[in-house]
């Protein structure tokens, strides 16, 4: 019986999963906010406004109604920005039936209630956890376009569930591993994006490959200071939804934050690197809310202050440098 799934959100990475999907058999409900696009998606096969030159799979077909895509969905994958889902979630709860799994896809954290993903769907859609699960990875949407090969981490605290949803979506070129570690892969997943942007404000600024190796190191150290402070396995960070994901973001032109970052390190405003970015950046708002979400467990995060300091506080990126570096010396692992 050939698996019926939704995926609500017609942006890069939900375009480049619906295509997994399909390349995996299943059959796939695209839903997407404006008419003319899903009109578009359903008679040329091509998404315009992010791959022009992709031809769907004939499994995806395109809707604006959201309960005709969640109709008969044995998965809801949830891809749009963090900070849309919980009134996007109140909308489509309504039609998506109660043994729907809701699968975020979405790497953030809420900015005012310092939420998670999965703790807004099971707030918003009073979803047990057995239905929440998360998938992430070093998963840029640009090359899983072009079928090249990657892993991922689906999460979710029922292994059978995880099994259910790594089976939709396992081809030749994707390849996506268990755990149960749901806290861990969010985590993993929304801090990278801060420290996509410190790493490239730094490329921005001219700074070299120490600095970069040294971010990312520190950067994922903090990110496992709070995972240990929010009950998550320490492994985690060592995985696909950790390390793996934070070196695809630092590294490539194709990550969103990693580019904002650069345009802020070569000296251009917050609003001005806005308007040259057509793409959500996550990082630039949960920056603030990861920064929350550590005072609140009383974590200390000197990366991510800084960058919230360069990107919300107008602060120069070599006057935070400075500041950053001449933090008083401590033991690596404390």
């Not at 920005?81 to 009134?87: E, I, K, M, V």
């Not at 985690?236 to 390190?265: E, I, K, Q, W, Y």
Request: aromatic share 4%.
């Amino acid at each position: 019986m050939t698996t019926r799934c939704a995926v609500f959100g017609t942006g890069a990475w939900g375009t480049a999963f619906a295509m997994i999907l399909a390349d995996a058999g299943c059959e796939v409900s695209l839903w997407g906010r404006r008419p003319e696009l899903v009109d578009a998606i359903n008679a040329g096969r091509r998404n315009p406004d992010y791959f022009p030159h992709l031809e769907l799979p004939p499994g995806i077909t395109a809707t604006s109604d959201p309960a005709e895509a969640a109709d008969g969905a044995e998965f809801a994958f949830l891809t749009v920005p963090s900070q849309t889902l919980r009134a996007n979630l109140a909308v489509w709860s309504g039609v998506i039936a109660p043994e729907t799994v809701l699968v975020s896809l979405m790497k953030g954290v809420e900015l005012g209630t310092a939420k998670l993903m999965s703790e807004v769907i099971a707030e918003v859609a009073d979803a047990a956890p057995e239905r929440i699960a998360v998938v992430s990875g070093p998963n840029l949407a640009g090359e899983i376009v072009r079928r090249q090969p990657a892993a991922s981490v689906v999460a979710c605290k029922d292994e059978t569930v995880a099994k259910r949803i790594q089976a939709a979506c396992h081809t030749g070129y994707f390849r996506p591993y268990t755990v149960a570690d749901v806290v861990g892969c969010e985590l993993g997943g929304a801090v990278k994006n801060v420290i996509g942007l410190a790493v490239g404000i730094a490329d921005g600024m001219g700074l070299g490959d120490n600095t970069k190796a040294s971010l990312i190191t520190r950067g994922l150290a903090e990110t496992t200071r709070l995972g240990l402070a929010m009950g998550a396995d320490p492994y985690t960070f060592a995985g696909l939804a950790g390390m793996g994901d934070l070196v695809a973001t630092c590294s490539s032109p194709l990550s969103r934050n990693h580019t904002f970052g650069t345009n802020l390190g070569r000296g251009m405003t917050l609003q001005q690197t806005i308007a040259a970015t057509k793409q959500t950046a996550e990082g630039v708002t949960s920056c603030e809310s990861v920064l929350d979400l550590a005072r609140r467990h009383g974590v200390d995060m000197p990366i991510t202050e800084t960058v919230v300091e360069i990107v919300h506080g107008g602060k120069p990126p070599l006057v935070a440098v400075k500041e950053l570096m001449s933090r008083s010396a401590k033991p690596e692992r404390r």
